[in-house]
DNA sequence: GAGTGGTCTAGACCACTTT
DNA sequence: AAGTGGTCTAGACCACTCA
């Protein structure tokens, strides 16, 4: 038959591979048939069959070694997608109001405070910077953000009255690596009074550091009310 | 010649292209030279020149169109990975000890509180589980879990006092969808006694739904003290 | 040793989009 | 109309690992 469903060969093969894992029919461990064989169910070249079971490993639903054959990959961690916006695209997104505002801008010497951040990565100046982002003139995410001058200079005399510093690091510098620590915090007294919520309430908080080979180029500490903001992600197999 | 460099010739393309990206060479926007005369820089055939573009495409690098060629993804949202691991798991992994006690057990027709986790999805009878999960003898995870009988009728008769719902689950149960919500909440009477913090604590709240088609198998609300565990993300370009 | 997956080739035809 | 990427083939040889 081959009732040539829509779409490549690969995709088909892709998707009847994973119907039958989803129905039970194939289930953790299972060894799925091997390319040569699917070549015949298929009536297709083994490269066809190759790429739709190389794709299903590299997104891990099956686990291939040669001689062992290929498998449905058992239980372990999984990977999910967490999609991190700007957080004027995030809240507009939601059909809110945006507004953004500077509290606070310093300029000086690594303190002991920003050497804590970047880990001792920086000698210099650092820039300092405080600002709130509002929904629907609700504060909505209090950022800290250090700024490393030695690895970025131009920031010095960058305008972050109009522009979130976010927004205009990701438009200015390139990077290689990030890290990201999402955790629950309760309130500090100066975050309290900023994002306009009481003394030791829940925060969702995000730190994010972010290099450029070996030099750290910025840490930030985005900060949310916990009533008012969550992450959301998605996934299907 | 062709210096054979470590690996195959499709990961040296990946790299070297890679490389003009990170060095600025290429920035965002900037057209890759098309498959054929890639096909000539790195004597290949023209498979493994697409071979390596695509992977790189869906790796959201560079962005492919018919007859306009293969450009440097423009800045937008990035994709971050966020691992997310069986709780017995992740706790052995930080080299804690853990130890797993299941509070509460109820079988009965859905209330109020679960067609409400469900989403409306639930007619028959659902199981009710609280546990609790400690790393080093102290509460790490309070799990609360409502499993669809109707979708899942043999976790009714499950042992889930020496196995965790969620282990037994990620065995037991083919899934094909599952979404997620990450957020920071204060901890009420009940969760603050069993996590041993004080009453309107921040917490760390995983809440977590999974279906299999279109009905819904489970919903587990994971909350963990906001002081003692964390999501960590690391990436690189 | 034999069977598995991993890579690669040198072609081919098709689909889409810009000019 | 031409040039781009998208897919596919029918082979080939290699690398690994289990029996």
Same mark, same amino acid.
């Given at each position: 038959m081959s009732g040539r469903q829509a779409g490549p060969t690969y995709a088909r093969i892709k998707r009847d591979i994973l119907a039958k =894992?989803?129905? %039970?029919?194939?289930? /953790?461990?299972? &060894? =799925?048939? @091997?390319?040569?064989?699917? +070549? &015949? +169910?298929? /009536?297709? @070249?083994?490269? +066809?069959?190759? &790429?739709?079971?190389?794709?299903?490993?590299?997104? %891990?639903?099956? +686990?291939?070694?040669? &001689?062992? %054959?290929t498998r449905v990959t058992l239980e372990g961690g999984r990977n999910v997608l967490l999609e991190i916006a700007r957080t004027d695209k995030l809240i507009t997104d939601l059909g809110h109001d945006y507004r953004y505002e500077l509290v606070a801008r310093a300029r000086g010497p690594a303190d002991a405070e920003a050497r804590a951040k970047f880990g001792s990565g920086a000698q210099g100046d650092v820039l300092k910077l405080v600002c709130l982002h509002y929904a629907n003139e609700k504060p909505f995410q209090l950022e800290e953000r250090w700024i490393n001058l030695e690895a970025v200079p131009s920031a010095g005399d960058a305008d972050f009255t109009k522009t979130p510093p976010g927004t205009w690091l990701l438009r200015a510098i390139p990077w290689s690596d990030a890290e990201q620590i999402i955790s629950a915090q309760p309130a500090a007294a100066g975050e309290a009074k900023l994002l306009d919520v009481e003394l030791g309430a829940a925060l969702l908080v995000i730190e994010r550091r972010t290099w450029l080979d070996r030099a750290i180029v910025t840490f930030a500490r985005l900060s949310h009310p916990g009533s008012v903001y969550h992450l959301k992600t998605t996934l299907s197999r």
């Open positions: =894992i989803r129905q %039970g029919e194939w289930c /953790d461990g299972h &060894r =799925i048939p @091997s390319e040569m064989e699917l +070549t &015949r +169910t298929f /009536d297709c @070249s083994r490269m +066809t069959v190759h &790429r739709a079971l190389r794709e299903l490993a590299s997104e %891990g639903v099956v +686990t291939r070694r040669r &001689r062992a %054959g």
